[in-house]
């Protein structure tokens, strides 16, 4: 973990001006093993210091790629004279926000440094039981990524703290030959938040969400495509955490309300069935961690959940200092970046659609002719809502029952309408947080949601 050398230096913030200070450390590493063979075995580090340096609304932004109290004492004077720059040469006043009252932000958590052999062997022993265990495969691989970022915030006029986020995951990829003679692949990641002793000291807990990756994708060669149309669906809850992400979280990110989104002029209207709620948590969801807890942001403001729908209408958005001013709410602690070098921008944390009283079960009987839309491959989404999301798993339901797997195919719509169709969720949310967020920067986020009844059009062959 570094060491805070940044505190000492708030005694040199200039007055009149809004400062944070930020030293930050990104640790990153991955193994892969095709089909028992080591393919890649690599860590990297960076680590620097970032000053943002705020004047008459204007930003000054300074980065350097090194850790001591001299860099630190440079990159502050050249952020601060950046900003007295800019600001000389602005038309008209920026947003200035006011200041906060600091709060208290939990003690950090240890980034635990497994020895390089260990996360090895743990691969080996998950590697040696595919192929031991499903001699039906044409491939495999097994593939550990842990990345970490560890951030020491010092403010002016808000909260300091120091503050890790480390995780970790073993994706499993498993490859067959469908009926046809074609390849089918499926995968699944495995782990979560934390380091390698807590997800993997013992590989053999992964074994049964193993069986069960190749019990899908047995079926899945013996697969049909799907009938195109607006059909009536169950989005799995990594479907529904997809499209909270991309479809809608994007949306109610107020930079890019302000760009122009269709959560500009929805606000305060129904954007989705009642039966909808959908927050982007912060450290905690439904009493326990979330997936990737976040507990202050990179502009000192302490993370606090931004509640975006509420019963079906666009209640809020997420927030920067500046935008929460602009908007006249509340800031939300969604300014991140990703590298010491990025300046902070509002991104998503932990977006999730609420649970409802439905089981899955029962879900599933109230479907006379449609399908259980379980993972998706990718996906995308526009400001306008609209999206397209790849499923790489399904099945066809039948007088209500699960009949035959799905082949490869595609989900569209327009979000907010899409949204307004739901009339059935379940009472269990799935939660996924292996990915990154592509906007500008990469950024680690979690998503999440219930099983959910909906009208979608889908594709066929």
């Given at each position: 973990?570094?060491e805070d050398i940044?505190?000492?230096?708030?005694?040199s913030?200039?007055?009149?001006?809004?400062?944070?200070?930020?030293?930050?450390e990104?640790r990153?590493?991955?193994?892969v093993?095709?089909k028992?063979?080591?393919?890649?075995?690599?860590?990297?580090?960076?680590?620097?210091?970032?000053?943002?340096?705020?004047?008459?609304?204007?930003?000054?932004?300074a980065?350097?790629?090194?850790?001591?109290q001299?860099?630190?004492?440079?990159?502050?004077?050249?952020a601060?004279?950046?900003?007295l720059?800019?600001?000389?040469?602005?038309a008209?006043?920026?947003?200035?926000?006011?200041?906060?009252?600091?709060?208290?932000?939990?003690?950090?958590?240890?980034?635990?440094?497994?020895?390089?052999?260990?996360?090895?062997?743990?691969?080996?022993?998950?590697?040696?039981?595919?192929?031991?265990?499903?001699p039906?495969?044409?491939?495999?691989?097994v593939?550990?990524?842990?990345?970490?970022?560890?951030?020491?915030i010092?403010?002016?006029?808000?909260?300091?703290?120091?503050?890790t986020?480390?995780?970790?995951?073993i994706?499993v990829?498993?490859?067959?030959?469908?009926?046809?003679?074609?390849p089918?692949?499926?995968?699944?990641a495995?782990?979560?938040?934390?380091?390698?002793?807590?997800?993997?000291?013992d590989?053999?807990?992964?074994?049964?969400g193993i069986?069960?990756?190749?019990?899908?994708?047995?079926?899945k060669?013996?697969?049909?495509?799907?009938e195109?149309?607006?059909?009536?669906?169950?989005?799995?809850?990594?479907?529904?955490g997809?499209?909270a992400?991309?479809?809608v979280?994007?949306?109610?990110?107020?930079d890019?309300?302000m760009?122009?989104?269709?959560?500009?002029?929805?606000?305060?209207?129904?954007v989705?069935?009642?039966?909808?709620?959908?927050?982007?948590f912060?450290?905690?969801a439904?009493?326990a961690?979330?997936?990737?807890?976040v507990?202050?942001?990179?502009?000192?403001?302490p993370a606090?959940?931004?509640?975006l729908?509420?019963?079906?209408?666009?209640e809020?958005?997420m927030h920067?200092?500046?935008?929460?001013?602009?908007?006249?709410m509340?800031?939300?602690?969604?300014?991140r970046?990703?590298?010491?070098a990025?300046?902070?921008?509002?991104?998503?944390r932990?977006?999730?659609?609420?649970?409802?009283?439905?089981t899955?079960?029962d879900m599933?009987?109230?479907?006379?002719?449609?399908y259980?839309?379980?993972?998706?491959?990718?996906?995308?989404?526009?400001?306008?809502?609209?999206?397209?999301?790849?499923v790489?798993?399904?099945?066809?339901?039948?007088?209500?029952?699960?009949g035959?797997?799905l082949?490869d195919?595609?989900?569209?719509?327009?979000?907010?309408?899409?949204?307004?169709?739901?009339d059935?969720l379940?009472?269990?949310v799935?939660w996924?947080?292996?990915?990154?967020?592509?906007?500008?920067?990469?950024?680690p986020?979690?998503?999440?949601?219930?099983?959910?009844?909906?009208?979608?059009?889908?594709?066929?062959?």
């Amino acid at each position: 973990m570094i060491e805070d050398i940044l505190t000492s230096q708030a005694a040199s913030f200039a007055e009149g001006v809004q400062t944070v200070l930020r030293g930050h450390e990104n640790r990153s590493r991955r193994v892969v093993l095709m089909k028992g063979s080591l393919t890649q075995n690599s860590r990297s580090r960076s680590r620097g210091i970032s000053a943002r340096v705020t004047r008459g609304g204007r930003h000054g932004f300074a980065s350097v790629a090194s850790y001591t109290q001299e860099d630190a004492r440079r990159v502050l004077e050249a952020a601060t004279e950046n900003a007295l720059f800019l600001d000389s040469r602005a038309a008209a006043p920026g947003i200035s926000v006011p200041p906060q009252t600091p709060a208290p932000i939990p003690a950090p958590g240890e980034i635990m440094d497994t020895r390089q052999k260990e996360i090895i062997d743990a691969c080996h022993q998950v590697d040696d039981h595919i192929r031991e265990t499903y001699p039906d495969l044409i491939s495999r691989t097994v593939v550990y990524t842990e990345d970490s970022q560890d951030k020491i915030i010092v403010s002016s006029d808000a909260s300091s703290g120091h503050v890790t986020y480390p995780r970790c995951y073993i994706y499993v990829f498993m490859s067959a030959m469908s009926q046809s003679g074609v390849p089918l692949e499926l995968f699944r990641a495995f782990g979560g938040s934390g380091g390698f002793s807590d997800h993997f000291s013992d590989p053999a807990v992964l074994y049964p969400g193993i069986d069960e990756l190749h019990r899908h994708l047995m079926a899945k060669c013996c697969g049909i495509w799907a009938e195109a149309g607006t059909r009536t669906v169950i989005l799995g809850g990594m479907m529904s955490g997809m499209l909270a992400h991309e479809a809608v979280g994007h949306t109610v990110e107020a930079d890019l309300v302000m760009g122009g989104s269709v959560a500009g002029p929805s606000l305060g209207h129904a954007v989705a069935s009642p039966m909808v709620t959908m927050v982007d948590f912060a450290a905690s969801a439904f009493s326990a961690p979330a997936p990737l807890p976040v507990f202050l942001d990179d502009e000192g403001t302490p993370a606090r959940d931004a509640v975006l729908i509420r019963d079906g209408v666009l209640e809020g958005y997420m927030h920067s200092r500046e935008s929460a001013q602009r908007f006249g709410m509340e800031p939300t602690g969604n300014a991140r970046a990703w590298d010491f070098a990025d300046e902070p921008l509002i991104r998503m944390r932990n977006t999730c659609i609420l649970p409802g009283r439905s089981t899955l079960e029962d879900m599933i009987a109230s479907i006379d002719d449609g399908y259980y839309l379980i993972s998706s491959s990718n996906g995308q989404a526009d400001l306008t809502g609209e999206f397209m999301f790849g499923v790489s798993m399904g099945y066809e339901i039948r007088h209500g029952k699960l009949g035959r797997a799905l082949l490869d195919t595609t989900v569209t719509g327009i979000a907010f309408d899409m949204l307004k169709t739901v009339d059935m969720l379940s009472d269990q949310v799935t939660w996924a947080s292996s990915g990154f967020c592509g906007k500008k920067q990469r950024m680690p986020v979690g998503m999440g949601g219930p099983a959910m009844r909906c009208r979608i059009t889908i594709g066929g062959r």
